[in-house]
């Protein structure tokens, strides 16, 4: 194999391989004399890659480990693979690793040839998730077009559903996009309303990248004048939007088990409940998820459980306890008309 830079990326697939190739073996697959594949892995080693060397007359090279992560090539299985896995831990905002998925899947299809993004495409269609039902499932699709946008800075135009049911077309310049670890959020600048917005990814839809480029305007800081702006952090941003739009609950309940045992079985968003000292502990925090999420998850610890506060959630708590007992009483009893509250609709943001 005469073509160096050919040679060279064939030599790197099979050092990525996980064991260690005698310099005879790696000459012959080549087809280059030893001398040829040493000065190869000199090459490699300045661009980066930290290739290992035994001695001895069976010695060989291998990969190692380095201080950084360097480029990986990938056979056709291992792209179809990895690109399916990003997918379900883009599209179901796992907590930890949903942002670091939606980058590494758009750094991906942007090259994935059009026969694996087809095979790609088939295997997601042809499955089916267990969600959990505490957070929204998107096409990952969508999240790699508008972080595509973001990352090169090219105007957005998209259809989006307000919590009303409200449709209207959307024309944007994308920020950002934050995980709260239930769901994806796009904040971005609303050349229409001339003013920033944040967006619910999952009542986004047909996005599409117009080709336009922009520069990116300062994002707005709290506590500025009108007019003034500053390097403001995304994730801020939303946390303020969610405050504005969502009240905030001053959560006091008591756990009958464990710390531990609890803070295994919260959102990581919620914190950690601290232990009273009899075997219980008490979780003392503020939120802007909705009544109804904290009421399910708050059960969903599976433990005996009291809440102090606020007295909405208390109420709420009181309401689903009786319906619950109701449906645990048996068929044949008809529901009573307005017993519990009033169903709400919708969580996070809504700007219009």
């Excluded at 190692?64 to 896995?85: Q, R």
């Excluded at 399910?296 to 009181?318: I, N, T």
Aim: proline share 7%.
């Amino acid at each position: 194999m005469s073509d160096t830079p050919a040679r060279l990326l064939k030599l790197l697939s099979l050092l990525q391989t996980p064991r260690e190739w005698p310099g005879g073996e790696l000459a012959e697959r080549l087809d280059v004399s030893p001398r040829t594949i040493r000065r190869d892995i000199d090459r490699l080693r300045d661009l980066g890659y930290p290739v290992e060397a035994s001695r001895g007359s069976v010695g060989g090279y291998r990969l190692v480990a380095g201080a950084a992560m360097p480029p990986l090539l990938l056979d056709d299985e291992e792209a179809v693979a990895i690109a399916v896995g990003l997918r379900a831990g883009a599209g179901h905002a796992i907590e930890g690793v949903d942002e670091a998925s939606v980058r590494a899947l758009a750094k991906l299809e942007q090259v994935l040839p059009s026969r694996l993004r087809h095979r790609v495409s088939a295997l997601q269609n042809a499955t089916v998730p267990l969600t959990r039902g505490d957070g929204s499932t998107i096409d990952p699709r969508t999240l790699t077009t508008l972080a595509a946008a973001a990352t090169g800075r090219e105007r957005l135009r998209f259809a989006y559903r307000s919590g009303d049911g409200t449709r209207t077309k959307r024309q944007v310049e994308p920020y950002r996009l934050v995980s709260t670890g239930q769901r994806w959020y796009l904040v971005a600048y609303d050349l229409g309303r001339e003013d920033w917005r944040t967006f619910r990814v999952d009542r986004v839809g047909e996005p599409y990248a117009t080709g336009a480029r922009f520069t990116p305007r300062p994002l707005p800081v709290e506590g500025a004048g009108s007019g003034e702006t500053g390097s403001g952090d995304a994730a801020t941003f939303l946390a303020r939007s969610m405050r504005r739009m969502q009240p905030e609950l001053r959560l006091d309940v008591w756990f009958g088990a464990p710390a531990e045992f609890v803070t295994a079985r919260l959102p990581a968003h919620l914190g950690a409940p601290q232990p009273d000292g009899e075997g219980g502990c008490r979780l003392r925090v503020s939120c802007t998820d909705s009544l109804e999420w904290v009421a399910l998850r708050l059960a969903l610890v599976d433990c005996e459980f009291s809440v102090a506060g606020p007295p909405q959630l208390v109420a709420y708590l009181e309401g689903l306890g009786a319906r619950l007992t109701r449906a645990a009483a048996g068929a044949g009893t008809e529901p009573r008309q307005g017993a519990g509250p009033e169903p709400r609709h919708g969580t996070g943001p809504e700007q219009g």
